[in-house]
């Protein structure tokens, strides 16, 4: 079993930074990637941005490129969402996930970050 722990989270005002950690325990075997999905009040959870081990590309979504930054320490089984220029649209509950070997998805709990002057 594996498991996943955020934290990083809180309350900022806009144009501030917060910088997220997900912290991987547990069985755990070859990681293919890790990832930060988001979910807002009444929508649907979305993709924030990933994090390929094998060869560290990453990747965004449009709403964030250029203001948030994905990275990985693969020693440590964690990864780190940098998250700069917050805006008040970028208030959700995140979700770290990890994909270990070719198909096994485990998620985090979640962590709230509220963007508001």
């Known amino acids: 079993q594996v498991q996943l722990v955020e934290s990083g989270g809180g309350l900022v005002q806009p144009g501030g930074s917060l910088r997220l950690s997900c912290a991987a325990s547990?069985?755990?075997?070859?990681?293919?990637?890790m990832g930060w999905y988001r979910q807002a009040p009444g929508k649907q959870r979305e993709w924030v941005a990933s994090?390929?081990?094998?060869?560290?590309?990453?990747y965004y979504g449009d709403s964030v490129k250029g203001r948030f930054t994905i990275s990985r320490d693969n020693a440590k089984s964690t990864v780190f969402f940098q998250m700069n220029v917050l805006k008040p649209e970028d208030t959700a509950v995140y979700y770290c996930?990890?994909?270990?070997?070719?198909?096994?998805?485990?998620w985090g709990q979640g962590i709230q970050v509220t963007v508001s002057s």
């Open positions: 994090i390929i081990v094998s060869n560290n590309d990453t």
């Open positions: 547990g069985s755990i075997e070859t990681i293919y990637s």
């Open positions: 996930r990890f994909q270990l070997g070719t198909s096994s998805i485990y």
